[in-house]
């Protein structure tokens, strides 16, 4: 492994992202400042600026000391924040693991005879960034299944319940058809969604829950796959082609030559190989 | 003969021609589809409309059966040097010898049909035949000229079982013919009986025994008697809607050689059993059962029977639904054909 993933970077919570319990300990550390203050410092996308004119359309005053808010003013905040439309939080505090090194820790693991990865870039949801990243390999060694599914959260493999997964579900709906002339073999299918929240659906943090915009993300990465996939698949059935075709007319075109010498009642046949040459080259 | 290797030996020309040109050769072939198969009223056959397939190695799926179209000639111009001839059945064999095999058999008798449509010759004339034989019976004297035959003259009255119309009695010359009609019968039993009833002296008859539907070389033969001496062509086969289209074959040709010209005898006549005959000499009948109905539908709807004559025919087989086999007439009597209605036939 030659270049190690970009570090992430340490970033503020994103105003949408936030939950009561949060947004009260958040408060808490910027006890007795203004409410101004406490927007611009307290959260990433959000400056003097921005705060001023979210707090003015929800209602509050920027100068309010945060120490005067009762909880109900605090939840009040929180449906504000979410409704209100802040820039899309920023993502180099996410750590996806990258195409290449996912692509060479797949083709050293499976020996696929074809593998490509597919990083989407970052999303949202819910207020919290998220990156998905898809990589599909064809023809793997030890595969027996058409195709099997490996799901991956912020770098970690997950291994139980992965019926109820949001992966699952985007590659049940998946129609290998679209893409693919011949059924999928040995295929094997990779999802990595890093974020910095997962939205597991159990606390056991094993199958992950399907928010409209990660199933998007993932389908969109898959398709790209795929797209890849079948252009080296039909790649090669070009190829195979090319070949029969060849040999085909290596077979038969020295026995039309034979044999029409012989009914025009001629000596020598006549000469094919450059006829021959110029289908190997495609000409004809 | 020497017609029929011209046109082999311009094939191969012309496809040594493409080649040495650098082309991928191709040949065009009168289609035998049923979309170009018509009935020609005026000449009461079918035959190929205008239509013709484009037979091309520059598509590789051509390349196979082009193969097979080109071998199929060059076996037919070597059987032709060579003074041999083979079957339907012995071609299917001998292409995988040559590394053009063909699937199944249906595929080679196509491809034969083919080079027959290309050349515009009959599969006998390139020396190919198939497998079953019809037996002639008459005052007719041939001369074969195969090899290893060239001087033997040969009698059809030599065995009372008939000669077999194979290859070489296809191909013989007339010498010399006493008889001065033919007529074709279609089963074993009425052929024995007329030879044994002396029909062939009573009524100068040439029989031939076409053994259900008349095979091509049958045909073919007939077609000969009618064109090169003269004798007009009778037809005697069961009282049935079968009996009545192998009748018709031979008069009118088949579909499936819509494209060959030397087995159609349009003026033979259907002399029996009619429909008709079996109420007029009180005949042994029975019912027609489904599949009778069926052929005989098929028949009315058939280009070919639409001449009074056949329409009539037909139209009395649907009122009464009865039938009646060559053999019934023994129920008079064995010689009851041959002095009775025959001779009434024969008129």
């Given at each position: 492994?030659e270049n190690?993933?970009?570090?992430?970077?340490?970033t503020?919570?994103?105003?949408?992202?936030?939950?009561?319990?949060?947004?009260r300990?958040?408060?808490k550390?910027r006890?007795g400042k203004s409410?101004?203050?406490?927007?611009?410092?307290?959260?990433?996308?959000?400056?003097?600026?921005?705060?001023?004119?979210?707090?003015?359309?929800?209602?509050?005053?920027?100068?309010q000391?945060?120490?005067?808010l009762?909880?109900?003013?605090?939840?009040e905040l929180?449906?504000?924040m979410?409704?209100?439309?802040?820039?899309?939080?920023?993502?180099?505090?996410?750590?996806?693991?990258?195409e290449?090194?996912?692509?060479?820790?797949?083709?050293?693991?499976?020996?696929?005879?074809?593998?490509?990865?597919?990083?989407?870039?970052?999303?949202?949801?819910?207020g919290?960034?998220?990156?998905?990243e898809?990589?599909?390999?064809?023809?793997?060694?030890?595969?027996?299944?058409?195709v099997?599914?490996?799901r991956f959260?912020?770098r970690?493999?997950?291994?139980y319940?992965a019926?109820s997964d949001?992966?699952?579900n985007?590659?049940?709906?998946?129609?290998?058809?679209?893409?693919l002339?011949?059924?999928?073999?040995?295929?094997?299918?990779?999802t990595?969604?890093?974020s910095?929240?997962?939205?597991?659906?159990?606390?056991?943090?094993e199958?992950i829950?399907?928010?409209p915009?990660?199933?998007r993300?993932?389908?969109?990465a898959?398709?790209?796959?795929?797209?890849?996939l079948?252009?080296?698949?039909?790649g090669?059935?070009?190829m195979?082609?090319?070949?029969?075709?060849?040999?085909?007319?290596?077979?038969?075109?020295p026995?039309i030559?034979?044999?029409?010498?012989?009914?025009?009642?001629?000596?020598?046949?006549?000469?094919?190989s450059?006829?021959?040459?110029?289908?190997?080259?495609?000409l004809? | 003969?020497?017609d029929?290797?011209?046109?082999?030996?311009?094939l191969?020309?012309?496809?040594?021609?493409?080649?040495?040109?650098?082309?991928?050769?191709?040949?065009?072939?009168?289609?035998r589809?049923?979309?170009?198969?018509?009935?020609?009223?005026?000449?009461g056959?079918?035959?190929?409309?205008?239509?013709?397939?484009?037979?091309?190695t520059?598509?590789?799926?051509?390349?196979?059966?082009?193969?097979?179209?080109?071998?199929?000639?060059?076996?037919?111009?070597?059987?032709?040097?060579e003074?041999?001839?083979?079957?339907?059945?012995?071609?299917?064999?001998?292409?995988?010898?040559y590394g053009?095999?063909?699937?199944?058999?249906?595929e080679s008798?196509?491809?034969?049909a083919?080079v027959e449509?290309?050349?515009?010759?009959?599969?006998?004339?390139?020396?190919?035949?198939?497998?079953?034989?019809?037996?002639?019976?008459?005052d007719l004297?041939?001369?074969?000229?195969?090899?290893?035959?060239e001087?033997?003259?040969l009698?059809?009255?030599?065995?009372?079982?008939?000669?077999a119309?194979?290859p070489?009695?296809?191909?013989?010359?007339?010498?010399?013919?006493?008889?001065?009609?033919?007529?074709?019968?279609?089963?074993?039993?009425?052929?024995t009986?007329?030879?044994?009833?002396?029909?062939?002296?009573?009524?100068?008859?040439v029989?031939?025994?076409?053994?259900?539907?008349?095979?091509r070389?049958?045909?073919?033969?007939?077609?000969?008697?009618?064109?090169?001496l003269?004798?007009?062509?009778?037809?005697?086969?069961?009282?049935d809607?079968?009996?009545?289209?192998?009748?018709?074959v031979?008069?009118?040709?088949?579909?499936?050689?819509?494209?060959?010209?030397?087995?159609?005898?349009?003026?033979?006549k259907?002399i029996?059993?009619?429909?008709?005959d079996?109420?007029?000499?009180r005949?042994p009948?029975e019912k027609?059962n489904?599949?009778?109905?069926?052929?005989?539908?098929?028949?009315?709807?058939?280009p070919?029977?639409q001449s009074p004559?056949?329409r009539?025919?037909?139209?009395?087989f649907?009122e009464?639904?009865?039938?009646?086999e060559?053999?019934a007439?023994?129920?008079?009597?064995?010689s009851?054909?041959?002095?009775k209605?025959?001779?009434?036939?024969?008129i």
């Amino acid at each position: 492994m030659e270049n190690l993933p970009k570090m992430p970077v340490e970033t503020l919570p994103h105003p949408h992202g936030v939950d009561a319990e949060m947004l009260r300990r958040l408060l808490k550390r910027r006890e007795g400042k203004s409410l101004l203050y406490f927007m611009a410092k307290s959260f990433q996308r959000v400056g003097y600026a921005t705060a001023k004119k979210f707090l003015e359309s929800a209602g509050f005053s920027p100068h309010q000391p945060t120490s005067t808010l009762t909880s109900d003013d605090v939840l009040e905040l929180m449906e504000a924040m979410k409704r209100y439309s802040f820039p899309p939080p920023d993502a180099r505090c996410l750590s996806p693991i990258g195409e290449d090194v996912l692509r060479d820790a797949i083709m050293k693991v499976f020996e696929p005879e074809f593998v490509t990865v597919c990083q989407r870039p970052p999303s949202v949801y819910l207020g919290h960034p998220f990156i998905v990243e898809v990589a599909v390999a064809y023809g793997c060694k030890g595969i027996d299944e058409e195709v099997s599914l490996y799901r991956f959260a912020n770098r970690i493999p997950l291994i139980y319940d992965a019926h109820s997964d949001v992966s699952m579900n985007v590659l049940k709906k998946f129609n290998w058809g679209n893409y693919l002339p011949v059924r999928p073999q040995a295929t094997a299918v990779f999802t990595h969604i890093c974020s910095t929240k997962i939205p597991f659906k159990t606390a056991g943090k094993e199958c992950i829950a399907d928010p409209p915009e990660i199933e998007r993300e993932i389908e969109l990465a898959l398709k790209e796959c795929c797209r890849r996939l079948k252009t080296h698949i039909t790649g090669r059935v070009n190829m195979e082609e090319r070949g029969r075709r060849f040999n085909a007319y290596k077979k038969y075109l020295p026995k039309i030559a034979q044999f029409a010498t012989e009914l025009a009642g001629r000596r020598d046949a006549p000469n094919i190989s450059l006829t021959l040459e110029r289908i190997l080259e495609g000409l004809d | 003969m020497k017609d029929v290797l011209h046109k082999l030996t311009l094939l191969g020309e012309a496809i040594c021609v493409q080649l040495e040109n650098g082309c991928l050769p191709f040949i065009e072939i009168p289609s035998r589809t049923t979309s170009n198969i018509v009935y020609d009223e005026m000449r009461g056959r079918f035959v190929l409309s205008g239509a013709r397939i484009k037979r091309t190695t520059s598509n590789v799926k051509h390349l196979r059966v082009f193969t097979q179209t080109v071998w199929m000639a060059y076996m037919a111009k070597r059987l032709i040097e060579e003074g041999k001839s083979t079957t339907l059945r012995d071609l299917y064999y001998m292409a995988e010898s040559y590394g053009v095999k063909f699937k199944d058999q249906q595929e080679s008798d196509s491809i034969i049909a083919d080079v027959e449509a290309l050349l515009g010759v009959s599969r006998e004339q390139l020396r190919i035949f198939p497998e079953e034989r019809a037996t002639i019976y008459g005052d007719l004297t041939i001369r074969y000229n195969v090899h290893g035959y060239e001087r033997t003259i040969l009698n059809l009255t030599a065995s009372p079982d008939g000669v077999a119309i194979g290859p070489a009695l296809a191909a013989a010359d007339f010498q010399d013919c006493g008889a001065e009609k033919v007529i074709m019968v279609e089963s074993g039993g009425m052929f024995t009986r007329l030879i044994e009833e002396k029909a062939h002296e009573k009524f100068k008859a040439v029989l031939i025994h076409t053994a259900g539907q008349a095979p091509r070389l049958a045909r073919h033969f007939a077609y000969r008697l009618k064109r090169e001496l003269g004798l007009p062509v009778y037809i005697f086969t069961d009282g049935d809607p079968w009996g009545a289209h192998i009748a018709m074959v031979i008069i009118s040709g088949s579909a499936n050689a819509a494209h060959v010209d030397s087995l159609v005898i349009p003026d033979a006549k259907w002399i029996g059993i009619l429909p008709t005959d079996i109420e007029d000499y009180r005949l042994p009948f029975e019912k027609f059962n489904e599949k009778d109905w069926k052929r005989l539908h098929d028949l009315m709807a058939d280009p070919r029977y639409q001449s009074p004559f056949w329409r009539n025919q037909l139209k009395k087989f649907e009122e009464e639904g009865k039938k009646s086999e060559q053999q019934a007439l023994s129920i008079y009597g064995l010689s009851y054909v041959t002095e009775k209605y025959l001779p009434e036939k024969l008129i």
